[in-house]
């Protein structure tokens, strides 16, 4: 049980590194004007691409609404998963009956899961500001 919460602690802390390691590359073309990029993904799905939006059949999408979903989809799993290993962290305290080792043990989980909450939003809170920036 303790290599499993160990692991799930890491997982969350490594899900908020991946986050925010994940959306520079992200940020970086949209920072240095990549409209071309957008176009030639837009034309290469099979869209009609129309200065700063791709329509597709039936939808007209952009590639910053395309990220900002994809974003929100990942706060979602990794707040999920810190909420999770939270109240994991507060059971194993609550049972820890008096353990020194056992109540240090479930204070790390719960510190981790919320240090890997605060990336998270960090991360998220980072991508959508540069997003919304550059629409």
Do not use: H
């Not at 499993?4 to 925010?20: D, E, H, Q, T």
């Amino acid at each position: 049980m303790k290599k499993f919460l160990l692991f799930c602690r890491n997982s969350v802390l490594a899900l908020g590194i991946v986050f925010v390691m994940a959306a520079l590359p992200i940020m970086v073309p949209q920072i240095a004007g990549a409209q071309a990029n957008e176009k030639a993904l837009c034309e290469g799905s099979g869209g009609t691409w129309s200065g700063s939006t791709c329509s597709t059949s039936g939808s007209n999408r952009t590639v910053t609404g395309t990220l900002q979903q994809v974003v929100n989809i990942i706060i979602f799993v990794v707040g999920a998963v810190s909420v999770l290993m939270i109240a994991i962290g507060g059971l194993r305290y609550a049972i820890s009956g008096g353990d020194q080792s056992s109540v240090t043990a479930a204070k790390n989980t719960i510190i981790y899961a919320i240090i890997g909450l605060v990336v998270a939003f960090a991360a998220y809170a980072i991508v959508n500001f540069v997003l919304t920036n550059l629409a």
